[in-house]
């Protein structure tokens, strides 16, 4: 049975275009088959909470132009969840929009707030963290992030420094955050991994609505005054509006600065559940079936001779042959191919950005 307090906010606005040519700014990752799965990445993320969050406790908030899509690909959503930013400004007032929206609808309500451009294999441990930490936030006024086990020393993730001495009198598998770290250079990555401490930034949230919100309340009272004044609103053909109104004046800030940072109540519950944030071709390369020769290859007919450690995706052609390739990226999306060295991909999409 599914607990009609419990509420899902998927946040989907984000530009998603480090995938390059596979998606674009006019057509972002989270709304692109990217694993050759015949779903896309947003339409995965809905799959993997609808067994635990009632669908109509399930909103998208992201930006207007791209409202199409989320009307495509989950037809199952009621067109009042869907949440539309007129602009970026970032996960904050993404966040503070969705929380009192929901507030108004039930007082009581607990939240998962995740980014759309996650890959998750093991759904079963998924859920029961997600339906654990969802009890607590329940019983406590506790804000919760998902901290995720380091595999490896990576640098585009921030990490999470845990208290783990001892755990909280509720759930023995959260604790105390002690410190929120940056994103780390490599030297520094290698030294968190040799400590057991410390856990890759998901991004993941669990929370009570009266917590959030009281939260904001305290530590951003400029944001969350935009969005206390509209409790009248929510709901009517007003709405959107005054949306569109208030949103450009809202600081570009990052929940993690705006809030976690400096809210004393923040707990980690440090998981396993073969997690990888796909924010860019190698971490798909990282998370994919590889073959033989260490290539991760997405299509339907694809040979490879003497070729290693490649990402090809290539799922639009009838045939593809590669032969002699060393970490190389081959993808294709509607007559555009890129065939670049790995490491290279991000200097030359700036390059043709300047062209």
Sequence with gaps: MYDKNNHLVIMAGGMGSRLWPLSTEEQPKQFVDVLGCGRTLLQITFDRFRDIIPIENIWVVTLVNYEKFVRLQLPEIHASNILLEPCRRNTAPCIAYASWRIKVQNPRANIIVTPCDHLVLNIKEFQRVMLSTLKFADETDAIITLGMKAKHPETEYGYIQADLTCSTARNKEIFRVDEFHEKPDLKTAQKYLTKNNFFWNSGIF???????VNAFRVYQPTISQMFEDMMLLYGTEKEQ?????????????????????????????????????????????SCTGNDTYNNSIIGQNVHTFETNNCIIHTIQEKQVVVQGLDGYIIAEKDDTLLICQIQEEQRIKQMLEQQ
Aim: proline share 4%.
């Design 241 to 285: 509006d005054r949306i569109n109104e208030i949103y450009p004046l809202c600081e570009n800030v990052s929940i993690d600065y705006a809030i976690m940072e400096k809210a004393e109540e923040v707990f980690v519950f440090p998981a396993d559940f073969n997690w990888t944030d796909l924010g860019k071709w190698n971490s798909l390369h």
């Design 206 to 212: 669990i929370w009570n609505v009266s917590t959030i």
